[in-house]
């Protein structure tokens, strides 16, 4: 059977290994990168560490590394995991376990150990900060390993094995199972099990299928077998099934080490689905399930499996194998290898859609060895029903040959029930047992078929039928609205779920013509067009009568037509109007018209009309009448020529029809009634319906009065007063518009009050006179004058404020709210005005003055101010004022003072002199530029109760010293919160004197700027050895020129010199040519005094830094411990040193200089690879007395090696009688002698165990490189020692009694 129709789900997985749990997807997804890959990264980084790790072993010998790699190699073991790599997600003990092999590992690298008889002679020294056991600086001045450097390379390496073959055996499909060739590979890997065998040549033949005929023979040689089995573990989903028997030389694959698949598992699944949807991973195949169990036998310790690639159908026989061991043996056994079977669905057997209640038939194209078997099944709207074909046979005359045939099944569907069908096929088994499985191959529409079973298009009419009709309009086209797929007027039956219907592509309505109409009958097709509602198809008519629909054809079949099937058209009437005009006719003569309206159609109806006044423009007006019936007054206020005119009519159905027939217009000249009312008064105020007038002074009262009519009028009043009521009558009036005095009566006018005037009637030229009713007009008559003042209790009228703050002046206001009061300031030209509600209102201001009122007015009448009260005096309270007294400084031309010179410490102060009300609050800005260029800033607020104060000065530090007063307060105008968190100077007035500027001289002062002992040679003069430190650097503090008396005093000697000096800087480095160093031994140098171009005293110093210590000394010498010319790589060159530490040696090594530093009278040094190592000069004391050495030189030599079979791992498998040539390759210096020895194989009860020596032999005298033995025996040989004319290996354990440097 193909793999890729691999149907049972087993587990794949590699051979003797147990059920893996299932594993969470990785961090990574493996589309991205894959697990090998992500593996080698992990590698890799283990590896980088490794190689910091011996960065810091040769670069970095203090104790820091350990404590750091330990935590970088658990801090690494323990992020690993969880980035989820196959093979890498270690268990919590793993961990601790690898942390703990890893701490060991970097114990051993860089803890090391001082040698000493003390109390911490085993302690490690990663953790003591000294030396490290087993550590030499090499001639590379680094630190090494003496062990490393004797192991590097490797001396002794190689190993020759030689095994006795036991019997060998193959077997071509063990397993029994069957195999079938599928497209799109049509190839099957069948595998070989061998036994104790690596075969290197396979012969094989192939038989054609159902008859006898010649066997065709193939050979694949080692390289085709090695790429087969490579091709297997790639191409298949399953891995390398067993590695007990592949030799180490063998090819091999990382990427499928000890992996495993569980096909149920997750991470199966998600390969499977992976490579059902890469195009790229087509590659990629699955076995059958009876493939499965066989690779998951586990394999004997000796047994390997290898295969044979089949590409055509036949019998496959093993017919013979050759190995590189003893001959094989086949067991005998054959394959039979045909076509998969394979089955889909017939192309074109039935549409995607159908209507229901149709039969269709299904055909399954079946392809396989005969007799076949199919398993399908059907889901109908997700109800599942399984079915199977047993028994399928052929033709007869292929039925003894197991040769694929193509088989035609046939399926009956019956389609009623309305949804979605969707038809599968499970699998299909051929005669032979292959299966094919559909699941385990891409999607893909041939094994599977869908098919949507859809109702029946429907159509009815929408909002018609059963008594509603559709109206329809002359000069226009009716719509019938029909209702598709279920979307009519007529309540339908609740469905579970929605239904899909047939799309509606045509509807045919046949027309029936009304009584007596002269239009034909027809039948016609309307094709739907589909628009924003797929339920809704509008059809458009000219014609009245009857509507039937009589068919609906959808896109699959034809549709069912819905009651009401039938619509009836029915034509509406325009709106016509009967209209009757009449004059309406007064004293005057005609003052208007009145139109009576029958209105015939569907109501609401609109009337248009025009109206036209002389030859004035056209006026075009409309009503709108809500019933057939309506009466119209047309009766215009001005005389003139009127012309009315009906024109046009609406109704529910037509807009603005053209009225038609005579007595729609008429003329006339108009002359309306005369009429009269009062204009409302510009003063007054409307108080109901009655205007109010108010009067002040005089005794009359005009009034306006608006007229219409025919002039001229003659007009009667009615004054009603509290002492009784007068009717005058005012003629002659010809202005439309006219003013019209009248008396006030006397009572009211000599006490003040109310009295009312109204229209009682009018007379135009006519002498038609008319009564009028009309609003009249209410006057109030007011005699008191309002009177404005300011008040005060005590006649004062003079208040004190705080600038920035308001006053409120008090006044007394009479007459009637509200008030309009005019002001002004200082006898300003300006005049303010300002409103007020209340007799006894408050003038509010901010601004000092002398306030004036000037004039009043309230809600009527102008009024006067009492001229003694008409003012009020506001006044500022004055603000707080300070600055220095004249004794403070000398003033300068920036308005500051400076004050003289202090010297640093010395205590100073400075005066202020305050105006305002105690307490006082002084703020102040201090500033500096100290001698070190550094700047200060600072705002200081402190208290005063009196009016003069101190600021103490600050003298500490040398500099330039400034304090500018910033802001003062007092008991009224105390300073901000804001001005006092700030450094900037808020609302302070600026006065004379704001700063105040004071030197503050530095005192000198002189100091070592390091006290680190100085060497000197004996007979130097005391000058500078280097320009580069801070040696006898003098540190001078104040103003220059410096004068600097130094004494230096030989303790040896007990001789003390004065030495005195001047200096122009900051900085000077001891120079004294004329001084010389006399005597061995320490010398002190110390700092008598100091003084500069200031008055100042010298400042107080720390005196151990007025003082160092100069150490003379003698020249240095070197002396070798061990007067040997040749020494081994490893072996130590120790010399004794002779002088004052630190020395300073100087040497070369294979011609490459190094000046070498040490601290201890032994120096030694480790050399890594040959060469000459010469000593050329030593120095003491800083580098200095140097002396130069000739006689000192040695010659390093290599270490030599001995390989076993030219340093590789060899197994010979070698038959009974048959001996093996073991070759031992020397390098060094002949002379050589060297021992080899002869071990046990390895077997099931040596694991963890060392292996048994079966015999050992030391060669001497050996002049040649090569020397080779011969052997029958079973074992492994290697070589155990090695020596040559100069050097050995293992070299001799190292001589202690030295002590490194």
């Excluded at 549409?351 to 059907?378: D, Y």
Aim: charged share 20%.
């Amino acid at each position: 059977m193909s793999a890729s129709s691999a149907t049972s789900p087993g587990r794949l997985a590699r051979a003797a290994s147990s059920t893996s749990p299932v594993e969470p997807p990785t961090r990574i997804p493996l589309e991205i990168v894959d697990a090998p890959t992500q593996r080698r990264y992990a590698l890799a980084g283990v590896l980088m560490i490794q190689a910091m790790k011996i960065h810091d072993f040769f670069f970095t010998p203090s104790w820091p590394p350990l404590l750091k790699w330990i935590f970088i190699d658990a801090l690494w073991i323990s992020l690993l995991p969880l980035l989820r790599i196959p093979r890498l997600t270690f268990k919590l003990s793993s961990r601790i376990l690898l942390i703990l092999i890893f701490a060991l590992f970097n114990t051993a690298i860089f803890a090391n150990y001082h040698v000493s008889i003390t109390l911490t002679s085993f302690l490690p020294k990663s953790f003591l900060g000294f030396g490290d056991e087993g550590r030499e600086i090499s001639t590379a001045e680094r630190h090494v390993r003496i062990q490393d450097l004797v192991d590097r390379g490797g001396h002794l390496i190689g190993q020759h094995t030689v095994r006795l073959s036991p019997i060998s055996t193959a077997e071509l499909n063990p397993s029994r199972v069957s195999y079938c060739l599928s497209p799109p590979h049509n190839e099957v890997l069948v595998p070989i099990l061998l036994n104790n065998s690596r075969p290197t040549t396979i012969q094989y033949s192939i038989s054609a299928l159902g008859k006898k005929s010649a066997k065709h023979t193939l050979t694949l040689n080692s390289r085709e077998i090695t790429k087969l089995d490579k091709e297997f573990r790639e191409h298949y989903h399953i891995m390398q099934v067993s590695s007990s028997s592949v030799d180490d030389s063998e090819p091999y694959d990382d990427e499928y080490e000890n992996d495993e698949y569980d096909i149920n598992s997750h991470k199966y699944q998600a390969k499977r689905i992976q490579d059902q949807t890469n195009p790229h991973a087509s590659h990629r195949r699955l076995l059958s399930s009876q493939q499965q169990q066989f690779y998951q036998l586990p394999l004997q310790s000796t047994q390997s499996i290898t295969h044979l690639r089949i590409n055509r159908p036949g019998t496959i026989r093993l017919e013979r194998l050759i190995s590189d061991k003893a001959g094989v043996r086949i067991i005998p056994n054959e394959v039979m290898v045909v076509e998969c079977p394979t089955a889909e669905f017939q192309k074109a057997d039935i549409n995607r859609k159908e209507c229901s209640g149709v039969t269709r038939e299904l055909f399954i194209q079946a392809k396989g060895v005969t007799p076949l078997k199919v398993k399908w099944h059907r889901e109908i709207n997700g109800k599942r029903e399984n079915f199977v074909i047993e028994g399928i046979e052929g033709s007869p005359e292929v039925s003894n040959v197991p040769v694929a045939e193509d088989v035609k099944v046939p399926i009956k569907l019956s389609l009623d029930a309305v949804g979605k069908h969707r038809y599968f096929i499970d699998s299909l088994v051929d005669g032979l047992g292959n299966v094919f499985d559909p699941s385990m191959l891409p999607q893909t529409s041939l094994t599977s078929r869908s098919v949507e079973v859809i109702s029946r298009s429907s159509a009815t009419f929408k909002n018609c039928g059963s008594g509603k009709t559709v109206s329809l309009f002359k000069g226009s086209e009716a719509r019938l609205s029909l209702a598709l797929n279920g979307n009519s007027d007529v309540r339908q039956p609740r469905i579970a779920q929605p239904q899909a219907f047939d799309n509606v592509k045509s509807v045919t309505i046949q027309y029936e013509p009304s009584i007596g109409s002269k239009k034909a009958a027809f039948v016609k097709q309307y094709d739907y067009q589909k628009g924003k509602n797929d339920q809704l198809m509008d059809i458009a008519v000219s014609n009245q009568g009857v509507y039937t629909i009589l068919g609906v054809q959808g896109d699959h079949c034809s549709g069912d037509v819905l009651s009401p099937e039938s619509c009836r058209v029915v034509e509406r009437p325009e709106p016509t109007a009967d209209v009757d005009l009449r004059s309406i006719h007064e004293c005057s003569g005609d003052v208007g018209v009145k139109a009576s309206l029958v209105l015939h159609g569907s109501p609401p109806f609109t009337i248009y009309y025009t109206e036209q006044r002389n030859k004035e423009p056209l006026k075009r007006l409309h009503r709108i009448v809500p019933s057939a019936r309506d009466e119209i007054i047309l009766q215009p206020e001005s005389s003139g020529t009127y012309t009315y005119e009906f024109t046009h009519i609406s109704d529910k159905n037509y807009n603005q029809i053209p009225l038609k027939g005579d007595g729609l217009g008429i003329t006339q000249v108009v002359h309306p009634l005369a009429s009269a009312e009062f204009v409302k008064h510009h003063g007054g105020a409307a108080a109901g319906r009655k205007q109010i007038l108010n009067s002040c002074s005089g005794s009359e009262v005009d009034v306006d009065v608006d007229l219409r009519g025919i002039a001229p009028w003659t007009l009667e009043f009615q004054v009603v007063s509290p002492s009784g009521t007068r009717v005058f009558t005012v003629p002659n009036l010809t202005n439309s518009r006219s003013r019209v005095s009248v008396e006030i009566p006397k009572d009211v006018d000599a006490e003040g009050g109310t009295f009312q005037v109204d229209l009682v009637s009018i007379v135009d030229a006519n002498g038609c006179k008319r009564s009028l009713s009309v609003p009249g007009i209410s006057v109030n008559v007011q005699r008191v004058k309002p009177t404005a003042k300011f008040y005060s209790n005590d006649g004062l009228r003079k208040v004190t404020i705080l600038q920035g703050n308001s006053a409120e002046l008090p006044l007394r206001l009479t007459g009637e709210p509200p008030w309009q009061i005019s002001y002004r300031v200082d006898n300003d030209s300006q005049v303010k005005t300002t409103h007020l509600r209340s007799p006894n209102g408050q003038l509010q201001v901010k601004e000092s003055g002398v306030y004036e009122l000037v004039n009043v007015h309230d809600a009527h009448c102008p009024g006067s101010v009492v001229s003694n009260e008409s003012k009020y005096t506001v006044e500022w309270v004055q603000k707080p004022a300070i600055q220095f007294t004249e004794k403070s400084g000398i003033l300068a031309k920036n308005n500051s003072l400076v004050r003289k010179p202090v010297c640093e410490g010395e205590e100073d102060w400075a005066e202020l002199r305050l105006h305002g009300r105690p307490p006082f609050q002084i703020s102040y800005i201090y500033s500096a530029d100290l001698e070190n260029s550094e700047r200060t800033r600072d705002l200081v607020t402190f208290n005063s109760i009196q009016n003069a104060a101190r600021i103490p000065l600050r003298t500490l530090k040398g500099g330039h010293h400034r304090y500018h007063i910033a802001g003062v307060g007092d008991a009224s105008y105390p300073i901000p919160r804001e001005a006092q968190s700030s450094s900037t100077a808020v609302g302070v007035p600026i006065v004379r004197g704001r700063y105040l500027e004071q030197s503050v001289l530095v005192r000198p002062s002189a100091h070592f700027k390091s006290t680190t002992r100085v060497s000197h040679c004996l007979n130097d003069a005391f000058v500078p050895t280097s320009r580069d430190t801070d040696e006898a650097l003098v540190v001078l503090r104040g103003h220059p020129p410096f004068h600097l008396t130094l004494s230096i005093k030989n303790l040896a000697t007990n001789e003390d010199a004065k030495q005195s000096v001047t200096i122009y800087s900051t900085e000077w480095r001891v120079d004294l040519p004329h001084y010389r160093f006399s005597s061995v031994g320490p010398t002190l140098v110390t700092i008598e005094s100091v003084k500069d171009s200031s008055p100042c005293e010298e400042a107080q110093v720390d005196l151990t830094k007025r003082s160092i210590w100069v150490d003379v000394a003698e020249t240095a010498a070197i002396v070798p411990f061990d007067r040997r010319q040749e020494f081994c790589i490893g072996e130590v060159m120790s010399f004794q040193l002779e002088g004052t530490p630190p020395w300073t040696i100087r040497y070369t090594f294979n011609n490459r200089i190094t000046d070498a530093k040490s601290k201890s009278p032994k120096f030694s040094r480790v050399a890594e690879e040959p060469g000459v190592f010469k000593i050329l000069s030593i120095a003491h004391q800083q580098n200095q007395c140097q002396t130069v050495v000739r006689d000192v030189e040695m010659t390093v030599k290599p270490i030599p090696s001995a390989r076993v079979s030219n340093g590789k791992r060899v197994i010979q498998d070698i038959r009974e009688g048959d001996q093996a040539e073991i070759v031992f390759d020397l390098v060094g210096t002949p002379p050589f002698t060297f021992t080899y020895q002869r071990t046990e194989l390895p077997g099931p009860g040596t694991k963890g165990k060392a292996l048994k020596v079966m015999e050992s032999h030391t060669v001497s005298g050996v002049t040649t490189k090569e020397y080779s033995i011969f052997s029958a025996q079973e074992g492994t040989w290697t070589v155990t020692f090695i020596s040559d004319r100069y050097c050995r290996y293992p070299p001799n354990p190292p001589d202690n009694s030295i002590e490194k440097a």
